[in-house]
């Protein structure tokens, strides 16, 4: 292109602005035209529409009078075309042309030459300085540039030409090895600024020619570079040339090494037994190839036979060996031949041994079993396996009272037909009828032995007893007797009883030889005796009132039975009740007493066993009773007579009729006369007609019946009033209609309706109920269409319809009118309208429901049902917000076919790339603008680098981006998308400060970034090797340190900072910066707390494991927290216990701290009392002080109610008075003052140092006495208060109390017993059931719930509380858990057994069923292999094998796998072995136990002292674990301790650990209250490697913190400890204001 194109052509115009060329009286041809052409061409050749406020110097003399085609137009063209020469709009200046001058003649063209001295060379350029008149637009400006570019062309042309092609030179040679690459640049400088460089790839490679030379072949080779890829050449192999050489090799030695065929197969011989063959391999080497064959060598046995007269076979062999195999004789095992002759040896040897055992028989089955030989007779090997012969022979022996049988086991070869079967039923038979007779002998009649005793009333019962024997499993014998059992016994009477000396028998036989002892009569007498002495005396008669005349038996004497029953049962299985039956006399002894005015009888009552010798009145004795019946008869009587004349003609009403209770009295002296009766009350009406109600009518009350009277029921005239209503309106309203409708039908069915009228008539509410027929009646007629129909009425008749057709209708009748309905109103109503929603777009499925449409016509309902397609609907679906989408659910008939679909998931993909497009995308563009000051530095080209990435910087390949992948994850719509760019990553510089360095990561490669040029390597790597020196030394690696063994990464905060500093290299102070990092490392101890160091290293921490911060911080708070808790104890244990004095306070109080930052708050109820004891010489000096402790007291007594400024108070606390409150006890009675045995006081003292020993009764003290008479005088007193009992009665609880004080100085008050107080009697306990339940209840772990449960034992005990005549019973119920096992989970190869063998210790071999975590080297051992060459290894008790896991806190080995059969809600225990092998490692350690994210540790194994050796097997227990699921993860993983150490050589960091024998033991289901010790660090949930205690911590819940907050100062890296204190008592509460106690900042 021309330079300076537009207002820029040098030497054109002499520099002139103006862009106009002159005008030239011809079109020129090479114009170039103007870059921005006139919009609008112009008619007229008028150059300048505008003045131009820059005129040119020279005036065109010459105007061209035909617009030029290629003359470039103004730079500012006019908008619109000009019609005219000169549209100007504005007035411009006249300019008059100047004359022309006349021309100078002068010399065109002058030569010139000129010299560039360059660097390299002079170069001479020959130029001529020329005039003309026009400017030269023919000439082109002279290009420096390119004219030392062909320069340099020409230059590199002779570079190539060194470097000729090599295919012609080397025709027929072949390349060695790869071709090699080698990047050379040329480069060359002609001015200051024009230099020029190339590179180009040359390629290097090494050309050979090869030679035969007999055995081998020579090659000749020559490094050759070409300039071009050479493809002409192959390459160099000589193995196929050395093949063929070997191969004849091998032929030669196979002719040396057969065998020839001909003169065996002449001699007949023949191949006898295992040909067998071995590889012998050959081998060779050409040069640098070695060849190696392998061929079989077959070896033979070649033998010839011959048989004897007696059919052996004899051998004569010799053996060959050959590289061929020799088809040309037969294979005749040797074996085969052997065994033909050991089959005759076997058959005249092994017969059945007949003559041997004559006599005997073959007992069971003979077997046929497979006996194998590995030697014949001559100890030759056949390996024969025939047939044997195994058998039984027994014989029986028959003695006095036994039989036997000797039995021997024989084989044979042969079947031994000589013996027959043995009878082995009829033997067993008569063993077993020997067998029943030693056994009756077992059970013999005691007839001597007894004599004079008697069988009981039981009789003699039989018991049916069987005894079975069984003999070789087939011959069964059974025998069943009855045997008897029966009671026999020898009487002795007494007066009141029988006694009885009684023995149980059990025999064989029946006993004949007893007597049957009558018992009854005996004890009959003894009862005879007891209703003569006992019983009649109750009822004995007593002649007080009789034989006196003014006495007498009143209405008779009444004579009852009674019978009186006794029972006698008797220990002897018998019981007898005897009856007695008595006729018994009751009567009244009476009296007249006629000292009154009218006399009165006096009698008394009495019951006796004899009949009464009085005088007997069997009549009563009436006075008043005749006057008071005349008083009835003669005055109440006519009152309520009937009637009958007066109201003659009338009748009575029934339903008035009823019956009235009246009594009628009248006193005669001291006795009143009763009388009481039913009159009859009713109504005496006039007889109604058939349209009246009853008139006329008066109610009346008679003595008598109302007989005279018809009757008249009232209801059966209003029922024929009320069938008379509904005749006359009820049914005339419910007619059939059948004249109405004489031609039509019934269609459909008559359905019954049910209705009810209800009337009241007189006094009754009358109802009638009826079934109406209720029915539509249809005609058939046509439309004008053609269309039939019908025309029904719905009808309610009172009787059946029978005047009416019955015809059956189909729905024919309305399908064409639904039909019609259907295409016209239901599909238009429920059709997708395209002009409403024809540009929406369907979002997401199209589901289908069903839909029906109903209508009914008449008395039939039609029925369409249609597919409807249900969807979503949008108008827009917006990519950027999804949320603006304006969508709407739609159900149509048809499917939307006509609209757009898109998927939920297409729309939200593209939404997630619109997001990815232009959000995340460009964050990764090229930060040219925003680092125009930074430089590519790059990395070592350790790796193979993309295409464009590499540069050569200072003759060092280096990588100046790196290849990566960027990936953005999304989720729109419940979809997940993931999106992954190729991206470039690179390290840039700030220019000023190369130390400013930072990473980023683009899209695109990063171009615009200037490539940094390092110094040398030398220099660089040696102020790096002093820099890093320096602060290594300075700041020293904790991995490196010995003492931080065992520590552990508090989170991942690792603070980095930069540090520099001046290295002295070469004589020179050089700058060196780097990144050194601060972090917080800690070892928990024993006791819980953590050793921390905030360490400063010069490199990351990468050694250390991560412990989790927020466990960290909850454990230190938690040490912090036990710590406050041991600066409030429980009183201290003391000879003399102390006791509480007084009322318990609460002290609530509140410990913050901070951790990094982090704050943890616990607030605990602290316990505030004053504790007493008695000291001094005799313990009766008080003292007593303030004491705040964390836990309750519950270990002291608590002596609320103490007063110590009594006398004795020291006294009065031994006895325990001060537990009761003097509120709510007293005393209950008076206090007596005795005299008490000294050995019975000293009873009660025991029983006050009996901690909550109280007595209830005197009688409870149990004391031995003495012969010593001495006593002591006590107070005696009980102390009660009351209670409400279950039943809401008021009961006293009391409790007897001994006092060597008077006791009225305490304050109970005295409460005095009623008159006769009745002594309460308690009782022995006595047990009404005990019942087995099961207790069910739900218990939480880490928030999921568990329904468990318990079996529990309930007993209830009852016991009788008498007070006077007050009988109640007392009862308690007592739970308790019944002892439970369950079965322990056994972890699938818990043995770590293998089916693989173990020779080595380093094996790799992992258990079966076990997965090695990470992949990681997991070996397992067996006792009997060394340990690098140290034979320590011992069995566990498991035995077998056992697995081998080691780390040291970084390389962590872990096994894994899922462990079945655990229960929801059960605790469990893991039990293993586990020893440590000191040897490979040197540190102490433990597992860790992981069943899913419980997690527990072992206990810690220390190094044994001997070096190398292993550690003794402990069998641990660790837990506790919860059951969360059936089947759950285990991984085991070992745990490197804290220390290291060996006493040779440099200590490896690594513990080495053995475990055997897993299982989980069973504990049963959680207890209500939680599972115990689960507040272990390591099971809340976050995983710790590192060394722990395996005390159980306590676990600090937060409780309620003081409101009102205290702000402190919490800068990072400081603790702030804030502690709060609330104090709460009965009596008053603490101010607030007091309760900050402490507030303290500090490192």
Same mark, same amino acid.
């Given at each position: 292109?021309?330079?300076?194109?537009? &207002?820029?052509?040098?030497?054109?115009?002499?520099?002139?602005?103006?862009?106009?060329?002159?005008?030239?009286?011809?079109?020129?041809?090479?114009?170039?035209?103007?870059?921005?052409?006139?919009?609008?061409?112009?008619?007229?050749?008028?150059?300048?529409?505008?003045?131009?406020?820059?005129?040119?110097?020279?005036?065109?003399?010459?105007?061209?009078?035909?617009?030029?085609?290629?003359?470039?137009?103004?730079?500012?063209?006019?908008?619109?075309?000009?019609?005219?020469?000169?549209?100007?709009?504005?007035?411009?200046?006249?300019?008059?042309?100047?004359?022309?001058?006349?021309?100078?003649?002068?010399?065109?063209?002058?030569?010139?030459?000129?010299?560039?001295?360059?660097?390299?060379?002079?170069?001479?350029?020959?130029?001529?300085?020329?005039?003309?008149?026009?400017?030269?637009?023919?000439?082109?400006?002279?290009?420096?540039?390119?004219?030392?570019?062909?320069?340099?062309?020409?230059?590199?042309?002779?570079?190539?030409?060194?470097?000729?092609?090599?295919?012609?030179?080397?025709?027929?040679?072949?390349?060695?090895?790869?071709?090699?690459?080698?990047?050379?640049?040329?480069?060359?400088?002609?001015?200051?600024?024009?230099?020029?460089?190339?590179?180009?790839?040359?390629?290097?490679?090494?050309?050979?020619?090869?030679?035969?030379?007999?055995?081998?072949?020579?090659?000749?080779?020559?490094?050759?570079?070409?300039?071009?890829?050479?493809?002409?050449?192959?390459?160099?192999?000589?193995?196929?040339?050395?093949?063929?050489?070997?191969?004849?090799?091998?032929?030669?030695?196979?002719?040396?090494?057969?065998?020839?065929?001909?003169?065996?197969?002449?001699?007949?011989?023949?191949?006898?037994?295992?040909?067998?063959?071995?590889?012998?391999?050959?081998?060779?080497?050409?040069?640098?190839?070695?060849?190696?064959?392998?061929?079989?060598?077959?070896?033979?046995?070649?033998?010839?036979?011959?048989?004897?007269?007696?059919?052996?076979?004899?051998?004569?062999?010799?053996?060959?060996?050959?590289?061929?195999?020799?088809?040309?004789?037969?294979?005749?095992?040797?074996?085969?031949?052997?065994?033909?002759?050991?089959?005759?040896?076997?058959?005249?040897?092994?017969?059945?041994?007949?003559?041997?055992?004559?006599?005997?028989?073959?007992?069971?089955?003979?077997?046929?079993?497979?006996?194998?030989?590995?030697?014949?007779?001559?100890?030759?090997?056949?390996?024969?396996?025939?047939?044997?012969?195994?058998?039984?022979?027994?014989?029986?022996?028959?003695?006095?009272?036994?039989?036997?049988?000797?039995?021997?086991?024989?084989?044979?070869?042969?079947?031994?037909?000589?013996?027959?079967?043995?009878?082995?039923?009829?033997?067993?038979?008569?063993?077993?009828?020997?067998?029943?007779?030693?056994?009756?002998?077992?059970?013999?009649?005691?007839?001597?032995?007894?004599?004079?005793?008697?069988?009981?009333?039981?009789?003699?019962?039989?018991?049916?007893?069987?005894?079975?024997?069984?003999?070789?499993?087939?011959?069964?014998?059974?025998?069943?007797?009855?045997?008897?059992?029966?009671?026999?016994?020898?009487?002795?009477?007494?007066?009141?009883?029988?006694?009885?000396?009684?023995?149980?028998?059990?025999?064989?036989?029946?006993?004949?030889?007893?007597?049957?002892?009558?018992?009854?009569?005996?004890?009959?007498?003894?009862?005879?005796?007891?209703?003569?002495?006992?019983?009649?005396?109750?009822?004995?008669?007593?002649? @007080?009132?009789?034989?006196?005349?003014?006495?007498?038996?009143?209405?008779?004497?009444?004579?009852?039975?009674?019978?009186?029953?006794?029972?006698?049962?008797?220990?002897?299985?018998?019981?007898?009740?005897?009856?007695?039956?008595?006729?018994?006399?009751?009567?009244?002894?009476?009296?007249?007493?006629?000292?009154?005015?009218?006399?009165?009888?006096?009698?008394?009552?009495?019951?006796?066993?004899?009949?009464?010798?009085?005088?007997?009145?069997?009549?009563?004795?009436?006075?008043?009773?005749?006057?008071?019946?005349?008083?009835?008869?003669?005055?109440?009587?006519?009152?309520?007579?009937?009637?009958?004349?007066?109201?003659?003609?009338?009748?009575?009403?029934?339903?008035?009729?009823?019956?009235?209770?009246?009594?009628?009295?009248?006193?005669?002296?001291?006795?009143?006369?009763?009388?009481?009766?039913?009159?009859?009350?009713?109504?005496?009406?006039?007889?109604?007609?058939?349209?009246?109600?009853?008139?006329?009518?008066?109610?009346?009350?008679?003595?008598?019946?109302?007989?005279?009277?018809?009757?008249?029921?009232?209801?059966?005239?209003?029922?024929?009033?009320?069938?008379?209503?509904?005749?006359?309106?009820?049914?005339?309203?419910?007619?059939?209609?059948?004249?109405?409708?004489?031609?039509?039908?019934?269609?459909?069915?008559?359905?019954?309706?049910?209705?009810?009228?209800?009337?009241?008539?007189?006094?009754?509410?009358?109802?009638?109920?009826?079934?109406?027929?209720?029915?539509?009646?249809?005609?058939?007629?046509?439309?004008?269409?053609?269309?039939?129909?019908?025309?029904?009425?719905?009808?309610?008749?009172?009787?059946?319809?029978?005047?009416?057709?019955?015809?059956?209708?189909?729905?024919?009748?309305?399908?064409?009118?639904?039909?019609?309905?259907?295409?016209?109103?239901?599909?238009?109503?429920?059709?997708?309208?395209?002009?409403?929603?024809?540009?929406?777009?369907?979002?997401?499925?199209?589901?289908?429901?069903?839909?029906?449409?109903?209508?009914? !016509?008449?008395?039939?309902?039609?029925?369409?049902?249609?597919?409807?397609?249900?969807?979503?609907?949008?108008?827009?679906?917006?990519?950027?917000?999804?949320?603006?989408?304006?969508?709407?659910?739609?159900?149509?008939?048809?499917?939307?076919?006509?609209?757009?679909?898109?998927?939920?998931?297409?729309? %939200?993909?593209?939404?997630?790339?619109?997001?990815?497009?232009?959000?995340?995308?460009?964050?990764?563009?090229?930060?040219?603008?925003? @680092?125009?000051?930074?430089?590519?530095?790059?990395?070592?080209?350790?790796?193979?680098?993309?295409?464009?990435?590499?540069?050569?910087?200072?003759?060092?390949?280096?990588?100046?981006?790196?290849?990566?992948?960027?990936?953005?994850?999304?989720?729109?719509?419940?979809?997940?998308?993931?999106?992954?760019?190729?991206?470039?990553?690179?390290?840039?510089?700030?220019?000023?400060?190369?130390?400013?360095?930072?990473?980023?990561?683009?899209?695109?490669?990063?171009?615009?970034?200037?490539?940094?040029?390092?110094?040398?390597?030398?220099?660089?790597?040696?102020?790096?090797?002093?820099?890093?020196?320096?602060?290594?030394?300075?700041?020293?690696?904790?991995?490196?340190?010995?003492?931080?063994? &065992?520590?552990?990464?508090?989170?991942?905060?690792?603070?980095?900072?930069?540090?520099?500093?001046?290295?002295?290299?070469?004589?020179?102070?050089?700058?060196?910066?780097?990144?050194?990092?601060?972090?917080?490392?800690?070892?928990?101890?024993?006791?819980?707390?953590?050793?921390?160091?905030?360490?400063?290293?010069?490199?990351?921490?990468?050694?250390? !494991?991560?412990?989790?911060?927020?466990?960290?911080?909850?454990?230190?708070?938690?040490?912090?927290?036990?710590?406050?808790?041991?600066?409030?104890?429980?009183?201290?244990?003391?000879?003399?216990?102390? %006791?509480?004095?007084?009322?318990?306070?609460?002290?609530?109080?509140?410990?913050?701290?901070?951790?990094?930052?982090?704050?943890?708050?616990?607030?605990?109820?602290?316990?505030?009392?004053?504790?007493?004891?008695?000291?001094?010489?005799?313990?009766?000096?008080?003292?007593?002080?303030?004491?705040?402790?964390?836990?309750?007291?519950?270990?002291?007594?608590?002596?609320?109610?103490?007063?110590?400024?009594?006398?004795?108070?020291?006294?009065?606390?031994?006895?325990?008075?001060?537990?009761?409150?003097?509120?709510?006890?007293?005393?209950?009675?008076?206090?007596?003052?005795?005299?008490?045995?000294?050995?019975?006081?000293?009873?009660?003292?025991?029983?006050?140092?009996?901690?909550?020993?109280?007595?209830?009764?005197?009688?409870?003290?149990?004391?031995?006495?003495?012969?010593?008479?001495?006593?002591?005088?006590?107070?005696?007193?009980?102390?009660?208060?009351?209670?409400?009992?279950?039943?809401?009665?008021?009961?006293?609880?009391?409790?007897?109390?001994?006092?060597?004080?008077?006791?009225?100085?305490?304050?109970?008050?005295?409460?005095?017993?009623?008159?006769?107080?009745?002594?309460?009697?308690?009782?022995?306990?006595?047990?009404?059931?005990?019942? !087995?339940?099961?207790?069910?209840?739900?218990?939480?772990?880490?928030?999921?719930?568990?329904?468990?449960?318990?079996? %529990?034992?309930?007993?209830?005990?009852?016991?009788?509380?008498?007070?006077?005549?007050?009988?109640?019973?007392?009862?308690?119920?007592?739970?308790?858990?019944?002892?439970?096992?369950?079965?322990?989970?056994?972890?699938?190869?818990?043995?770590?057994?293998?089916?693989?063998?173990?020779?080595?210790?380093?094996?790799?071999?992992?258990?079966?069923?076990?997965?090695?975590?990470?992949?990681?080297?997991?070996?397992?051992?067996?006792?009997?292999?060394?340990?690098?060459?140290?034979?320590?290894?011992?069995?566990?008790?498991?035995?077998?094998?056992?697995?081998?896991?080691?780390?040291?806190?970084?390389?962590?080995?872990?096994?894994?796998?899922?462990?079945?059969?655990?229960?929801?809600?059960?605790?469990?225990?893991?039990?293993?072995?586990?020893?440590?092998?000191?040897?490979?490692?040197?540190?102490?350690?433990?597992?860790?136990?992981?069943?899913?994210?419980?997690?527990?540790?072992?206990?810690?194994?220390?190094?044994?002292?001997?070096?190398?050796?292993?550690?003794?097997?402990?069998?641990?227990?660790?837990?506790?674990?919860?059951?969360?699921?059936?089947?759950?993860?285990?991984?085991?993983?070992?745990?490197? &301790?804290?220390?290291?150490?060996?006493?040779?050589?440099?200590?490896?960091?690594?513990?080495?650990?053995?475990?055997?024998?897993?299982?989980?033991?069973?504990?049963?289901?959680?207890?209500?209250?939680?599972?115990?010790?689960?507040?272990?660090?390591?099971?809340?949930?976050?995983?710790?490697?590192?060394?722990?205690?395996?005390?159980?911590?306590?676990?600090?819940?937060?409780?309620?913190?003081?409101?009102?907050?205290?702000?402190?100062?919490?800068?990072?890296?400081?603790?702030?400890?804030?502690?709060?204190?609330?104090?709460?008592?009965?009596?008053?509460?603490?101010?607030?204001?007091?309760?900050?106690?402490?507030?303290?900042? &500090?490192?």
């Amino acid at each position: 292109g021309h330079e300076g194109g537009h &207002g820029g052509h040098e030497g054109g115009h002499g520099g002139s602005p103006h862009p106009h060329p002159a005008p030239h009286p011809h079109p020129h041809p090479h114009v170039e035209p103007h870059p921005h052409p006139h919009p609008h061409p112009h008619p007229h050749p008028h150059p300048h529409p505008h003045p131009h406020p820059h005129p040119h110097p020279h005036p065109h003399p010459h105007p061209h009078p035909h617009p030029h085609p290629h003359v470039e137009p103004h730079p500012h063209p006019h908008p619109h075309p000009h019609p005219h020469p000169h549209p100007h709009p504005h007035p411009q200046p006249h300019f008059k042309p100047k004359p022309i001058p006349k021309p100078i003649k002068i010399k065109r063209c002058t030569p010139k030459t000129i010299k560039y001295i360059t660097p390299t060379q002079t170069l001479l350029l020959k130029c001529q300085r020329c005039y003309s008149w026009t400017p030269p637009s023919c000439l082109h400006k002279a290009d420096e540039k390119l004219m030392f570019r062909k320069a340099w062309e020409k230059y590199y042309t002779t570079i190539k030409s060194k470097y000729p092609d090599v295919c012609a030179k080397y025709k027929g040679w072949r390349v060695k090895g790869s071709i090699g690459r080698v990047d050379k640049c040329w480069k060359k400088k002609y001015s200051v600024l024009h230099s020029f460089n190339r590179c180009h790839t040359l390629y290097k490679l090494s050309l050979c020619k090869s030679k035969d030379a007999g055995d081998t072949i020579k090659t000749t080779c020559k490094d050759v570079i070409s300039w071009n890829k050479p493809t002409c050449f192959k390459k160099l192999n000589l193995q196929p040339e050395f093949k063929k050489k070997f191969d004849i090799f091998i032929s030669i030695y196979i002719k040396k090494h057969s065998v020839a065929c001909a003169p065996l197969k002449k001699s007949h011989a023949t191949i006898n037994g295992r040909v067998s063959n071995t590889q012998h391999c050959l081998s060779k080497t050409y040069g640098h190839y070695t060849f190696k064959k392998c061929m079989p060598v077959y070896h033979y046995n070649i033998c010839h036979t011959s048989k004897n007269k007696k059919g052996v076979i004899i051998i004569k062999c010799s053996k060959i060996s050959t590289v061929t195999q020799l088809t040309c004789i037969t294979k005749t095992p040797l074996k085969n031949i052997y065994i033909h002759n050991f089959i005759i040896y076997l058959t005249s040897t092994h017969t059945a041994p007949c003559h041997k055992y004559h006599g005997y028989g073959l007992k069971g089955k003979v077997k046929l079993y497979k006996h194998c030989w590995k030697h014949d007779q001559l100890g030759n090997v056949i390996n024969y396996c025939g047939r044997m012969y195994r058998y039984r022979l027994c014989k029986s022996h028959s003695g006095k009272g036994s039989i036997s049988m000797s039995c021997v086991e024989a084989t044979s070869f042969t079947l031994p037909k000589c013996f027959k079967k043995a009878d082995m039923s009829g033997y067993y038979k008569e063993k077993f009828e020997i067998l029943i007779g030693k056994i009756s002998k077992k059970y013999p009649t005691p007839c001597k032995k007894y004599h004079g005793y008697g069988v009981t009333a039981g009789g003699v019962k039989s018991s049916r007893k069987c005894w079975t024997r069984t003999y070789e499993k087939k011959y069964t014998f059974k025998r069943c007797h009855n045997l008897s059992v029966y009671t026999i016994c020898s009487p002795h009477r007494h007066t009141s009883t029988v006694t009885y000396t009684c023995r149980r028998i059990t025999s064989w036989d029946r006993p004949t030889c007893f007597h049957h002892l009558d018992t009854r009569s005996l004890w009959k007498v003894i009862f005879e005796y007891w209703i003569r002495t006992s019983v009649a005396s109750k009822y004995k008669y007593r002649s @007080r009132y009789c034989p006196s005349a003014s006495y007498y038996v009143y209405l008779g004497v009444h004579k009852h039975k009674k019978c009186f029953h006794k029972k006698y049962a008797i220990k002897q299985d018998a019981t007898y009740t005897f009856e007695h039956c008595q006729v018994l006399s009751s009567y009244k002894i009476c009296r007249t007493d006629k000292s009154r005015a009218i006399p009165r009888i006096r009698c008394q009552s009495y019951t006796t066993w004899t009949p009464p010798k009085c005088k007997v009145v069997t009549k009563e004795l009436t006075f008043w009773e005749e006057k008071f019946k005349w008083y009835i008869n003669h005055v109440i009587k006519p009152k309520y007579r009937l009637q009958c004349k007066k109201y003659k003609g009338r009748v009575v009403v029934v339903e008035s009729q009823s019956r009235i209770k009246k009594c009628f009295t009248k006193r005669y002296g001291k006795k009143t006369g009763k009388l009481c009766t039913n009159l009859y009350r009713y109504n005496l009406c006039k007889k109604p007609t058939t349209n009246q109600m009853p008139i006329g009518c008066v109610k009346r009350v008679t003595w008598a019946a109302p007989a005279c009277f018809p009757h008249f029921k009232l209801i059966n005239h209003w029922k024929m009033l009320f069938i008379i209503y509904l005749s006359k309106h009820v049914v005339p309203k419910y007619p059939a209609q059948c004249e109405r409708y004489k031609k039509y039908f019934i269609y459909g069915k008559i359905r019954k309706v049910r209705k009810c009228w209800i009337r009241r008539i007189g006094t009754a509410n009358l109802k009638k109920c009826h079934n109406l027929h209720k029915f539509s009646v249809c005609k058939i007629f046509s439309k004008k269409n053609g269309v039939k129909a019908l025309r029904c009425h719905d009808v309610v008749s009172w009787k059946f319809p029978n005047c009416y057709r019955r015809v059956r209708v189909r729905l024919t009748f309305w399908k064409s009118k639904w039909e019609v309905y259907i295409r016209t109103v239901i599909i238009p109503a429920n059709k997708l309208s395209y002009t409403k929603y024809g540009s929406w777009i369907v979002f997401g499925d199209v589901s289908t429901r069903e839909k029906c449409f109903r209508k009914k !016509y008449g008395a039939v309902t039609a029925k369409t049902c249609h597919i409807m397609h249900v969807y979503i609907i949008c108008q827009h679906l917006s990519l950027s917000n999804p949320g603006s989408n304006k969508c709407t659910h739609l159900e149509t008939w048809d499917y939307p076919t006509h609209l757009k679909h898109i998927s939920r998931q297409t729309y %939200f993909m593209q939404v997630f790339a619109h997001h990815v497009k232009y959000h995340d995308l460009p964050t990764l563009k090229v930060p040219c603008s925003k @680092r125009k000051k930074y430089v590519r530095v790059g990395y070592k080209n350790t790796m193979k680098c993309c295409a464009h990435c590499c540069h050569v910087v200072n003759g060092n390949d280096r990588v100046m981006a790196k290849q990566s992948t960027k990936c953005f994850d999304g989720k729109y719509g419940g979809y997940t998308f993931n999106y992954c760019a190729k991206t470039y990553k690179s390290k840039i510089c700030l220019k000023s400060d190369m130390h400013h360095c930072q990473e980023i990561e683009t899209i695109h490669l990063p171009t615009c970034f200037q490539d940094y040029k390092p110094v040398s390597d030398d220099v660089t790597t040696e102020i790096t090797e002093s820099g890093k020196a320096y602060f290594k030394k300075k700041y020293p690696d904790a991995c490196d340190l010995t003492e931080y063994y &065992g520590y552990s990464l508090i989170g991942n905060h690792v603070k980095s900072r930069k540090v520099c500093t001046y290295v002295t290299v070469n004589g020179k102070k050089r700058h060196y910066c780097q990144y050194i990092y601060t972090y917080k490392i800690c070892k928990q101890s024993v006791a819980g707390g953590f050793n921390c160091n905030t360490l400063t290293s010069y490199v990351a921490p990468q050694c250390f !494991y991560i412990l989790d911060e927020r466990y960290y911080h909850r454990e230190a708070f938690r040490y912090y927290i036990t710590t406050i808790e041991g600066h409030y104890p429980l009183p201290p244990h003391h000879p003399h216990h102390w %006791f509480v004095s007084g009322p318990i306070s609460h002290v609530s109080k509140c410990w913050e701290k901070t951790y990094d930052g982090h704050n943890q708050k616990y607030c605990q109820k602290l316990y505030s009392y004053k504790i007493c004891r008695f000291g001094g010489a005799n313990h009766h000096h008080r003292i007593c002080k303030s004491w705040v402790s964390w836990d309750y007291p519950a270990g002291l007594e608590h002596n609320r109610y103490l007063v110590l400024s009594l006398p004795h108070a020291w006294y009065f606390y031994e006895t325990g008075m001060f537990r009761y409150n003097p509120k709510t006890w007293f005393i209950y009675g008076a206090i007596h003052k005795n005299k008490m045995d000294i050995n019975e006081y000293h009873a009660w003292v025991r029983s006050w140092k009996d901690e909550w020993s109280y007595v209830t009764r005197k009688s409870n003290i149990k004391y031995h006495a003495s012969d010593s008479e001495e006593s002591v005088m006590v107070y005696e007193f009980q102390i009660c208060r009351k209670f409400i009992d279950e039943k809401g009665a008021t009961s006293l609880y009391c409790r007897h109390k001994v006092s060597r004080y008077p006791v009225e100085a305490l304050g109970f008050k005295i409460v005095s017993r009623p008159a006769k107080t009745p002594a309460t009697v308690y009782g022995k306990w006595k047990i009404k059931y005990t019942k !087995y339940t099961k207790h069910c209840y739900k218990v939480y772990f880490h928030d999921t719930k568990f329904n468990v449960c318990h079996r %529990f034992r309930s007993t209830r005990k009852c016991r009788r509380v008498t007070m006077g005549l007050n009988v109640r019973a007392q009862c308690l119920t007592v739970a308790k858990r019944l002892h439970q096992s369950f079965p322990d989970v056994k972890v699938p190869n818990g043995g770590f057994t293998t089916s693989k063998p173990i020779t080595t210790d380093h094996n790799g071999i992992v258990p079966t069923g076990w997965v090695s975590v990470g992949h990681l080297r997991v070996d397992t051992l067996r006792p009997g292999i060394t340990l690098q060459g140290v034979d320590m290894l011992r069995a566990s008790r498991s035995g077998g094998s056992f697995v081998r896991l080691n780390a040291n806190n970084i390389i962590i080995k872990q096994l894994r796998r899922k462990v079945p059969g655990f229960q929801l809600g059960h605790l469990y225990v893991a039990v293993f072995e586990q020893a440590l092998l000191y040897k490979w490692g040197h540190c102490d350690g433990n597992f860790r136990i992981q069943l899913g994210h419980q997690i527990q540790f072992s206990p810690m194994i220390p190094l044994p002292k001997k070096f190398p050796s292993m550690s003794p097997w402990q069998r641990v227990t660790v837990g506790y674990f919860v059951g969360t699921a059936s089947t759950m993860d285990l991984t085991i993983a070992p745990v490197r &301790g804290h220390h290291c150490f060996v006493p040779e050589g440099d200590t490896r960091t690594f513990t080495d650990l053995v475990l055997d024998g897993i299982m989980f033991r069973d504990l049963g289901p959680l207890p209500e209250g939680g599972a115990p010790g689960l507040q272990q660090p390591a099971v809340m949930g976050h995983g710790y490697t590192g060394y722990t205690t395996r005390v159980i911590q306590k676990k600090y819940p937060v409780h309620h913190v003081v409101e009102e907050h205290v702000s402190g100062g919490s800068a990072s890296g400081y603790h702030t400890h804030i502690v709060y204190e609330r104090v709460v008592s009965h009596e008053a509460a603490v101010p607030l204001g007091a309760g900050i106690v402490e507030i303290k900042n &500090g490192k």
